[in-house]
């Protein structure tokens, strides 16, 4: 049961120092707070700073690393690009070789060949353009690729020419059409007719001759072509000395290997034992001042702890004693002092007096 007040003044007064012991606590409370705060955010950058220094660190090391590794990698590709050029080099030399082996006697054949058709139209007195292809083309076409010529020629003369001189008269008709088609048989049938005389009348037995050579000589172009289609589709090098090339291929080859494997070894131990190293000496480095500033850290929460609990309990022993007899809208030292002033100067004989006369005195 709660004693009753004898010493209105003095309750008062133990009231205001109460509150303001409260508002110092508080004071100190909100001092521990922000240094707590300070030196949380200063550990945390700490911590940070570490973890950059180390990251920056290892990462700069790797970069060395691959650095290193990469540029001789890097020759060692070069030389290998530059062998396999050379052997190329060789492997298409050493074909033209085979080939200009291997079709030589043909090659001297056809020569021959030429030969006996120039001194046989000499002889003949054949003139010298009917030893052409075109003039077998549209004389004594044989083959595909000569009846094809002597097709185009005829459709160029008799259907090319005409059409396009009809069709850049400015007024077509059929008669037009049928005179220009007349001048046209007539005049390159005539010189076709002419040269026909001319010559295949003339030196049949010749130009016969000269068919029957040329067929030959087609014969053997495409023996020729045979042979240096097999020759290109042959898959065994073994004939054009390439075993040196291909012995040094293989020994940079397997440089380039040992070099590769010696760069994921060299980073598969910098990830697994030197890298804990840098770490831990850059950790080491600022390993005191970490301590020093978690030591700070937990001194400063220890001591906002205690202030907590001390302005915990200042509040409840301030409500429980003070603030639920004087009401909590009084329960500021200034309008403590005032009540206190007025019960003083007699112009009230209580607390609750002296809180309605302060009332009455604001309004």
């Not at 200063?42 to 180390?54: C, F, P, T, W, Y």
Request: contains cysteine; proline residues 2%; charged residues 35%.
């Amino acid at each position: 049961m709660a004693q009753p007040i004898t010493d209105q003044v003095g309750f008062l007064g133990e009231a205001c120092r109460a509150v303001q012991e409260l508002a110092a606590s508080r004071n100190l409370l909100d001092e521990f707070y922000q240094k707590k705060k300070s030196l949380e955010k200063e550990l945390e950058a700490e911590k940070k700073a570490v973890s950059d220094a180390i990251q920056f660190t290892v990462k700069k090391r790797v970069e060395e690393i691959e650095s290193t590794y990469d540029k001789e990698i890097a020759r060692e590709q070069d030389s290998l690009k530059r062998i396999r050029s050379k052997r190329e080099k060789a492997k298409t030399q050493g074909i033209r070789e085979r080939i200009e082996e291997e079709t030589a006697e043909l090659k001297s054949h056809n020569k021959e060949l030429k030969r006996q058709t120039k001194d046989l139209f000499r002889q003949e007195g054949v003139p010298g353009i009917c030893n052409s292809r075109l003039f077998y083309s549209l004389y004594l076409p044989g083959g595909f690729g000569e009846w094809l010529i002597l097709l185009i020629f005829i459709l160029l003369c008799f259907l090319a020419i005409p059409c396009g001189i009809y069709f850049f008269i400015p007024e077509r008709s059929l008669i037009y059409l049928i005179g220009i088609y007349f001048f046209t048989i007539l005049i390159f049938g005539g010189i076709y007719i002419f040269f026909n005389n001319l010559t295949k009348v003339r030196h049949l037995t010749a130009l016969k001759k000269g068919r029957s050579i040329r067929d030959l000589m087609k014969s053997n172009d495409r023996k020729m072509k045979v042979i240096i289609r097999s020759i290109k589709r042959d898959r065994d090098e073994a004939v054009y000395n390439l075993e040196r090339f291909d012995d040094e291929i293989a020994r940079t080859e397997q440089d380039l290997a040992d070099i590769m494997d010696k760069k994921r070894e060299a980073l598969n131990t910098f990830d697994k034992v030197t890298k804990t190293i840098i770490s831990d000496e850059i950790a080491a480095n600022t390993k005191d001042k970490l301590t020093r500033l978690l030591k700070d850290y937990e001194e400063a929460s220890a001591s906002a702890k205690e202030a907590e609990i001390r302005v915990k309990e200042q509040t409840l022993f301030i409500n429980d004693n003070y603030a639920s007899y004087i009401g909590k809208e009084f329960m500021v030292p200034d309008r403590l002092d005032e009540l206190a002033d007025i019960i003083r100067m007699g112009k009230a004989s209580s607390i609750s007096e002296a809180k309605n006369l302060y009332k009455s005195l604001k309004d």
